[in-house]
Nanobody, 112 residues
Framework: QVQLLESGGGLVRPGGSQTLSCAASGTILTAVGWYRQAPGKQREFVAGITAGDGTHYVDFAKDRFTLYRDNAKNAVYLQMDSLVPEDTAVYYC????????WGQGTQVTVSS
């Protein structure tokens, strides 16, 4: 059974940093995307990493977020810097493009 487990969320002050983890079981991570859903909004794509480690970021994530993987741990990480309240959301990892199955995500709250 394929499972992706997100972790690393929490309460962060504006301007702070947080690193989210996406760990996989039952599959080897190849192309992975991070997505987020803010309160009252639809889920949106944030960033993705391809099987060849190419990365893509949407505009609000460029220059603030960094994707990287650790093949030994079969995990993908999303490092988020210079966080602002608008980054408050539940963050999910999924395949790229996403499958129909979503995990529980990890909550990131940016607030003073």
């Amino acid at each position: 059974q394929v499972q992706l487990l997100e972790s690393g969320g929490g309460l962060v002050r504006p301007g702070g940093s947080q690193t989210l983890s996406c760990a996989a079981s039952g599959t080897i991570l190849t192309a992975v995307g991070w997505y987020r859903q803010a309160p009252g909004k639809q889920r949106e794509f944030v960033a993705g990493i391809t099987a060849g480690d190419g990365t893509h970021y949407v505009d609000f994530a460029k220059d603030r977020f960094t994707l990287y993987r650790d093949n030994a741990k079969n995990a993908v990480y999303l490092q988020m810097d210079s966080l602002v309240p608008e980054d408050t959301a539940v963050y999910y990892c999924n395949a790229l493009p996403p499958s129909h199955s979503w995990g529980q995500g990890t909550q990131v709250t940016v607030s003073s």
